[in-house]
């Protein structure tokens, strides 16, 4: 167990957004702080740390904290960071820099902050946001991952992907390279409506020229829109991104420990991200690939609160202590299923 005295610091960084809390050695959350991306494959090292710094000094003078006082441990759940070697040397080089962030820094993937959020024991991370990710993170530490690899190599199921799906699926139709079943009317309108363009040729400068990975995802809620409103080809996307979001759960089944899947509503599979504000709509497609008993039991949580919670303490185990967190509290069952022999 902690000393209240202590502070703990996490930070979950996206693609898009950030947000850091401090909570207290007796599981009292202190402070919240929202800031940019601190994605460094997009913005940079150097970008990054900076970004990082500022958001644990707005902390501390949230607190009315001395900006020399370090806290116990922060950890830093963030997107890009997949490879330990580079997790290393990104706390080796934050400490250097700033050594009055923390004594001490820990550097994991985003899932891994989601995960500990949501099922503190362990358990399946499926994120899809801006981009898309899976991890597994075991009751004995250990852990596998499926995608993550960016919006040129991977990203299934993500909102960018969701989005870039949309425009291709519209040129190919127009350039009769592929044969669509549905219209591709509403998803047209929707597509030049978003970028406010006359035609398909002006969309080239958001794609080469003045490209943003968040905007260019942010076309995936107009989509979701239409689709709700019962759009054909909008709705088989949205099928499809559930398909692959439960591609990325059966890639990682053989990495899961058995205790995971005993474990009372199965295996907990955590869902982070604003694509999965659009479930229903991602549910069937879901269904069709994990269902009929290829997963026998799971439960789908969704956090409640900032994951960042979970990079506090992933930090806090760092040091061997437990925050006493009501981490039940933190989540919210988003759909649970069950195989009926």
Known sequence: MANKRELFCG???????????VVSGDGRLLALVEGPSTNHLLIGLSECQARIKWMVDRA?????LNEDIRFSALGLSLSGCEQEDMNRALEEDLSSRYPNLAKTVIVASDAVGSGLTASPKGGLVLIAGTGSNALVVN?????????G???????EASAFWI????????????????????????????????FQVKDKFELLQFCYINFS???FAGLCVKIAKAAQEGDPLCRELFFEAGRALADHVMALLPKVHKSLMEDEGGLPIVCVGSVFKSWELLKSGFLATLGNGRLREFTLLRPKTSSALGAALMAARKLKRELPVAFGEHAWVMYHYKHSS
């Open 139 to 147: 009751p004995d530490g250990s852990s596998a991952r499926c995608g």
């Open 213 to 215: 990975k968040s905007f």
């Open 11 to 21: 930070l979950e960084g996206g693609a898009s957004l950030s947000q850091l809390v």
């Open 149 to 155: 690899w960016g919006h040129l190599l991977g990203d």
């Open 163 to 194: 989005s870039l799906k949309a425009v291709k699926t519209v040129l190919n139709a127009e350039d009769n390279y592929l044969s669509v079943p549905y219209s591709t009317a509403t998803v047209k309108n929707t597509v030049l409506n978003y």
């Open 60 to 64: 501390k003078e949230e607190l009315g």
